[in-house]
């Protein structure tokens, strides 16, 4: 967008990624590891630090989900056998469902809620029905673990809450996600569910990729304050499935973002293949032995600006329904350039980076209601969010405002 011939330009990054992406990406990149793996082939096309220890966060629940539904494919539980709520389901961290002690649910609607909701008192319900117990069903973790080659995992719990134990790699769960994707095809579905509605509450699925990046079909999101945002995800484009997993994002929109330019860039090698070099398939990568990365302080410490958190993971209100807008103030005239994630994640798949850019503008006046109609629908009707020092934000009737009383 050309920039307004004003005197004084006071503007700030709302959704960073915009503006300074150049620079996180400098700060963090010693400190996220990425991977792009053929499905079908296991063929590398891209790794950086991908065999890097890493704590798997919510992630670890593609292999809860393995495990179950390899236990309905053994026929030792069926997807309509009911698990009760125990204790141990109940006093598990959020996110989670809230059930009480002695709750029936079934296989497939706990299986639901953990793949979408994130739920993590439903991954140790699905964890005690399928071995008895937490303890048993990380002993079953680790033993799959061997046979599929994941020689840098360990596991401890079934949701991926904090455990100095609880390791993997992206190697490792790209190998996992192979497994999943070439043993269990009939069970496709529950990787990729965009929303379940719970009573009148509609809980969107936490990885934002899923019905807003055109090709994504799956799998999962992860994040704890030691691990940064992660993701394995999936797409499938003219026939080929990649896999991408991205460890240690700054944001769950940096996450998505990341996500989406890797599948561009491995989709687009294509026929071209043979001219990137030979990186071998993912099993073959070299285990690096070291302890995994820390992003405590990065991700949740007393110097960001707006620390991370659970809720940014399991709600995901600023990457799924969220939009993003550079806001610029002269005088008492507020301008903003708004993306809606669906939007940025269009730009990333069209290769949108040099002055195509998809956006909304609108201007108001500090202080007053600004309509911001052009992105209603792409916001699903839903309420974004703006950072800054005094922001407001409210939907009226079926439009989306926005006021800015004063910015730094």
Request: proline share 4%; hydrophobic share 40%; charged share 25%.
């Amino acid at each position: 967008m050309p920039h307004l011939p004003i005197p004084i330009l006071r503007s700030v990054a709302l959704g960073v990624a915009i503006l300074t992406s150049s620079l996180i990406g400098a700060r963090s990149a010693s400190a996220e590891a990425t991977l792009i793996v053929e499905a079908d082939s296991g063929k590398v096309l891209h790794a950086e630090h991908a065999t890097y220890p890493w704590y798997p966060a919510s992630t670890t629940k593609l292999m809860t989900m393995y495990l179950t539904l390899k236990a309905v494919k053994d026929k030792r539980l069926t997807i309509d056998s009911l698990l009760t709520v125990s204790s141990n389901a109940v006093a598990q961290a959020p996110s989670k469902m809230g059930f009480k002690a002695g709750t029936t649910v079934t296989v497939d609607n706990a299986l639901k809620m953990l793949m979408v909701k994130s739920a993590n008192d439903m991954a140790v319900v699905l964890a005690e029905g399928v071995s008895g117990s937490i303890e048993k069903f990380a002993d079953d973790m680790n033993a799959a673990s061997r046979r599929l080659g994941m020689t840098q995992s360990s596991w401890v719990n079934p949701n991926g809450l904090p455990a100095d134990e609880q390791i993997t790699s992206a190697r490792d769960m790209a190998m996992l996600a192979r497994a999943i994707l070439k043993e269990l095809p009939e069970y496709e579905s529950y990787w990729h569910i965009p929303s379940i509605r719970f009573g009148k509450r509609i809980m969107r699925n936490t990885n934002s990729l899923i019905g807003r990046y055109p090709d994504a079909d799956g799998m999962k999101t992860g994040f704890i304050c030691a691990s940064g945002f992660n993701v394995v995800a999936t797409a499938t484009r003219n026939g080929r499935k990649l896999i991408v997993v991205v460890f240690g994002s700054r944001s769950g929109m940096g996450r998505s973002e990341k996500a989406a330019q890797l599948f561009e860039r491995g989709f687009a090698s294509g026929g071209l293949s043979w001219l990137m070099p030979a990186l071998g398939t993912v099993d073959a990568l070299q285990p690096i032995a070291a302890a995994p990365p820390n992003l405590r302080d990065e991700m949740c410490g007393k110097n960001r600006k707006r620390p991370a958190s659970e809720d940014e993971d399991d709600e995901t209100v600023q990457a799924n329904s969220g939009f993003y807008a550079t806001l610029r103030v002269s005088g008492d005239r507020v301008t903003l350039e708004i993306d809606t994630l669906r939007e940025r994640l269009r730009n990333a798949q069209t290769g949108a980076v040099s002055g195509q850019h998809v956006s909304t503008v609108v201007s108001g006046r500090l202080g007053e209601w600004i309509e911001i109609g052009g992105i209603t629908q792409s916001m699903e009707q839903e309420q974004g969010e703006v950072l800054g020092r005094s922001r407001d934000a409210r939907r009226h009737d079926s439009r989306v405002m926005l006021k800015v009383d004063e910015m730094q």
